[in-house]
């Protein structure tokens, strides 16, 4: 009977290590910071330069084909936008040598940012009221005032973006949100382009100065786009011969 008894005992601590369990638990938290990331590549020199030192290119112009590349990627929505801007904080170029030596009050050392043509390609096309650089220049024999002008803040902050309007461009997107106004996230580093469609993340940008004879910009604009060529002053005034210098500066930023 004892026999049974030590049996019996020791299929029952079998059984307790057989089906019962011992658990000890630490917990790991992981964490994803999401970061927007804005990215904007510009193949383009370090300084455009444009001479007129024929008469032929005050009539005709001078443009710069493909003078800069302008490649973006973004993890959230984005506009695209060009600025000009210039040391005197206003809406003129820096003078920063001049080859006049007349005190003639005709000759006018203070030119528009607005003489400054873009023409861009790709068009924009998120914009449903902006306007942006994708017409062609018009001719130099019919210039139209502020058609591809370069875009400046009223208040010369080149921060503050340009508003929903007909003269206020967009390189991509335009102002606000609404309506999927932003171009959306993605990369030219990825992006394939349906058959007919262009790049949503690909630009060339074009240049143009067309100081005409006398030199009074034509095509040059100001908000809203009509006519600087009168903006020297009295009638008859034209641009004082030198050596002048703006920036144009471009701006990537997140859909607003």
């Known amino acids: 009977m004892k026999k049974i008894i030590l049996v019996l005992?020791?299929?029952g601590?079998?059984?307790a290590f057989s089906f019962g369990q011992l658990i000890d638990e630490k917990n790991v938290t992981v964490t994803m910071d999401l970061q927007p990331i804005l990215q904007l590549n510009m193949?383009?020199?370090d300084q455009?330069?444009?001479v007129f030192d024929d008469i032929r290119d005050y009539y005709g112009g001078i443009i710069k084909y493909a003078a800069t590349i302008l490649k973006v990627s973004s993890s959230v929505s984005w506009d695209l936008y060009a600025v000009g801007t210039s040391q005197t904080g206003a809406n003129s170029w820096d003078q920063q040598l001049t080859y006049s030596t007349s005190a003639n009050p005709l000759s006018q050392p203070v030119l528009p940012l607005s003489l400054l043509e873009l023409h861009q390609y790709e068009a924009n096309g998120y914009n449903a009221i902006a306007a942006d650089y994708s017409a062609a220049f018009a001719p130099a024999s019919a210039p139209v005032a502020g058609q591809n002008s370069i875009w400046y803040s009223p208040t010369?902050?080149?921060?503050t973006a340009p508003?929903?309007?007909?003269?206020d461009k967009y390189i991509q997107g335009e102002a606000g949100t609404a309506g999927g106004s932003g171009a959306l996230g993605g990369s030219y580093l990825t992006e394939v382009p349906a058959a007919g469609t262009?790049?949503?993340y690909y630009f060339t940008i074009d240049y143009r100065i067309l100081p005409g004879l006398p030199a009074t910009f034509?095509?040059?604009g100001i908000l809203p786009a009509v006519s600087q060529a009168l903006d020297f002053g009295a009638p008859g005034t034209y641009a004082e011969p030198g050596v002048y210098t703006m920036n144009c500066k471009y701006i990537l930023l997140e859909d607003q």
Do not use: M, W
């Open 43 to 45: 193949t383009t020199s």
């Open 9 to 11: 005992s020791f299929l």
């Open 218 to 220: 034509p095509a040059a």
């Open 163 to 167: 508003v929903a309007g007909a003269t």
């Open 48 to 50: 455009v330069d444009f």
């Open 156 to 159: 010369f902050a080149p921060y």
């Open 13 to 15: 601590l079998f059984s």
């Open 198 to 200: 262009f790049s949503d």
